[in-house]
């Protein structure tokens, strides 16, 4: 297994060349992924969105050239170009050669974003201007319907915004020649959902493998259903239940493409695309205000994907707590199929939005405050256990969405009483969300009552949280590095090899890093790592919503003197003690100095050794 898992990443890495050379050059269409960020569809990396690989689906089903480029990698190569007049002239030579464009804009929801950041309304303008006006360009996703209501009108011809499935819609202007909105039909969609997942969107994938052949963090989210059992009376805020009666895959059909994108070096995944994993091919959806939970289809993919020794990483995304709370024997079913099945560390976001009655009432929402409440203890009593990796096996998560309507500074406290009346009962949330609602039709929000909020929170509740799921001396396993001094990876760290490069181990700086699936803790190291490498941590203290921590196994021997104070008990003085003891011991034993850990620190004049043994060794 292991020999084939080498051979297959060797694979995937000169494959990888070879689209790099291919982005270089850009041939038949050219499909930008500017990333997406829906209610229920996430495409941000580390995460890879199933859109766009139902886009490069279509073109790899009919067998058609095309080139897949992440908008990043668009800033990375060609961003300055668009400044420079000769660079810019030389960009539009490479482009006249393409057939077509088509780009995803997918996100409007507000966030920040570690290793990646959506396509922005400017970037997409100078994007469109750059494209010879005569070629056919195609844009898609939740962001280019919303800036289109909002008055966006790009200044180009031969451009059609697909306000449907973006997909079908190139797929019909491939066989008419004409621009027609379109949806899938179910036959399409799994034909596309397993073309795309053998496409360059995964082949390609900047976080597929590493520079030297490592499986990289690449996340690969996969639609389960389309809609939301709520299509009658759905959340107002939301685009889901406007799709309708709810659209379900076979089971088959997902372990199929999943498989799928296995075979094409794929190691982590999450069932993100639906609106509520309980209800997947539920009972009495049309007829019943909150359907029965069927959990045996849900288990028959969880199970089945388990099979597959390949598959490291396994989550899903959102619950529907009212769902969760009156149904709650068959939901029982589920929730012990998920922690059997999933990674640890899994995530249920739950979402209440607001614990005001009259906002909840004008905006349709999906559950009270009392139905939410027995989700998070069903989800805490069957969840909290620690799985191999260090975290909580399932823990729900919460959102909050300032502006609905009916919203008075009141509904703040009723949020914030709410989650003191959870933290009383002892019970944890892995992530407390808020954002602020997007679209039209909603009511302004109060500034200084919001920031006062969020900060209620971040202090009140969220570092408090953190300390009993994280607790100092917590040992977490696997967590990938990704950036330097700012917790947004910068461009340069993409670029200069030095941020890689074995040799700044320890020296002294800051390097910022999460394990890999659903909301991960952000981990900050006082040290420099090597970027795009893993390593195993002990929790050492609690920021607002992020930890921080230093290496395991980390030898007394070689440790730096950034290495050393990052140890709870071990200050600057009592490291410089030890690398300097360390430098006279060498000279007669150069290759380990120190016999034991315990005698280092007898040798500093540490009295107490904290968290020492359990970081160092000899």
């Keep these: 297994f292991f020999s084939r898992a080498r051979t297959r990443s060797i694979e995937v890495v000169k494959a990888q060349c070879s689209a790099e050379r291919l982005r270089d050059s850009m041939e038949g269409w050219l499909v930008l992924d500017g990333y997406e960020d829906e209610p229920a569809a996430f495409g941000v990396p580390n995460y890879l969105g199933f859109h766009i690989r139902y886009i490069c ?43 077509g464009a088509v780009v995803l804009a997918g996100s409007v929801v507000p966030g920040k974003y570690v290793r990646g950041t959506p396509i922005s309304r400017r970037e997409l303008d100078e994007f469109l201007a750059i494209l010879p006006h005569e070629q056919p360009v195609i844009a898609g996703g939740w962001a280019i319907r919303h800036w289109r209501y909002d008055g966006w009108i790009p200044l180009r011809a031969n451009l059609f915004c697909a306000v449907q499935d973006t997909d079908a819609t190139l797929d019909n202007f491939l066989s008419s020649g004409q621009w027609k909105h379109k949806r899938r039909s179910p036959e399409q969609w799994n034909e596309w959902a397993k073309a795309g997942a053998k496409g360059q969107c995964v082949t390609a994938h900047p976080d597929l493998v590493t520079e030297d052949g490592r499986p990289g963090p690449l996340t690969y989210e996969v639609e389960l259903y389309q809609g939301c059992v709520r299509f009658k009376r759905g959340c107002k805020f939301c685009i889901e239940p406007k799709k309708g009666v709810p659209i379900w895959r076979e089971e088959e059909d997902v372990i199929a493409e999943i498989t799928t994108a296995l075979d094409n070096g794929v ?159 002892g019970l944890w949330l892995r992530r407390i969300n808020i954002r602020q609602v997007e679209g039209q039709g909603f009511q302004p929000i109060p500034e200084d009552t919001f920031r006062a909020f969020k900060k209620s929170v971040r202090e009140e509740i969220d570092k408090p949280l953190l300390k009993e799921m994280f607790p100092v001396g917590t040992r977490l396993t696997n967590v990938w590095w990704e950036t330097h001094e700012d917790r947004i990876r910068r461009p340069e760290q993409v670029l200069n090899p030095e941020h890689r490069d074995p040799a700044i181990h320890g020296r002294s700086g800051i390097t910022f890093g999460r394990q890999i699936g659903a909301y991960p803790i952000l981990i900050g190291i006082p040290y420099q790592i090597p970027l795009e490498t893993e390593s195993d941590i002990i929790v050492t203290g609690h920021g607002m919503r992020s930890i921080s921590g230093v290496e395991s196994h980390l030898s007394i021997n070689t440790a730096t003197q950034s290495q050393l104070e990052a140890i709870p008990g071990i200050g600057s003085k009592a490291a410089w003690r030890i690398i300097s003891e360390r430098a006279k011991l060498a000279r007669k034993a150069p290759e380990r100095p120190f016999d034991s850990v315990e005698e280092a620190l007898e040798a500093a004049g540490l009295q107490s050794y904290g968290l020492s043994l359990e970081v160092l060794n000899a």
């Design 267 to 425: 190691r982590h995944v999450r069932i993100g695309g639906a609106t509520d994993i309980y209800t997947y091919k539920a009972e009495g959806v049309v007829e019943l205000e909150y359907p029965v939970p069927n959990p045996e289809p849900i288990a028959r993919v969880l199970h089945g994907l388990r099979e597959d020794e390949r598959l490291d990483i396994l989550h899903v995304d959102n619950g529907n707590p009212s769902i969760v709370a009156e149904n709650l024997e068959p939901a029982t079913e589920i929730t012990r199929t998920l922690v059997e099945t999933l990674s640890d560390g899994a995530v249920l976001s739950f979402g209440l939005e607001s614990a005001d009655p009259r906002v909840h009432e004008e905006n349709w929402l999906n559950c009270d405050s009392d139905q939410l409440k027995t989700a998070i203890r069903h989800i805490n009593e069957h969840g909290r256990e620690r799985g191999e990796r260090g975290l909580p096996k399932l823990l729900p998560g919460l959102n909050f969405i300032a502006g609905l309507n009916g919203e008075t500074e009141q509904s703040y406290d009723l949020n914030r009483k709410l989650l003191h009346s959870l933290r009383a009962e």
């Design 57 to 99: 689906g279509v073109l790899e089903s009919r067998g058609i050239p095309y080139t897949y480029m992440t908008v990043d990698q668009w800033r990375l190569k060609h961003k300055k170009r668009l400044s420079e007049p000769d660079e810019r002239a030389a960009l539009q030579r490479e482009l006249a050669d393409l057939d």
